[in-house]
């Protein structure tokens, strides 16, 4: 779980959603503030199955990951040229799987 920080204050996405379904962003001022909720969120984290963390949390890997390819240098040079560019067509394909869907209300039953 990535945290920032600006030399004052310290933030991170929350593994716990927010009442309207989204990551909540957490946030600290002091660093011992901020260790002890890192440290309760590391430990829900830590709780969950493997399959719902690759389900509720891969869209934000894959969203930290596009905005700093630096995470990714781990990787030889030539795999990284590969992945780079799937990851925005990774998110789509996450975001879309993870979209409710509802028939299209114009068309009729037959072609729903």
Not at 19 to 26: C, I, K, R, T
Not at 31 to 49: K, N, V
Not at 83 to 101: D, K, N
């Amino acid at each position: 779980m990535p945290a920032y920080t600006d030399g004052e204050k310290s933030w991170w996405t929350s593994p716990e959603l927010s009442d309207s379904g989204a990551h909540a962003l957490s946030s600290a001022v002091t660093l011992p503030m901020a260790a002890e909720q890192l440290a309760a969120h590391y430990a829900i984290l830590r709780a969950r199955p493997a399959a719902s963390l690759l389900d509720s949390e891969l869209l934000l890997i894959l969203e930290l990951v596009k905005g700093d390819l630096s995470l990714i240098d781990f990787l030889p040079g030539w795999v990284q040229v590969l992945v780079a560019p799937l990851i925005p067509t990774a998110i789509a394909a996450v975001a879309g799987y993870r979209a409710e869907h509802e028939p299209r209300p114009d068309l009729p039953m037959s072609q729903r």
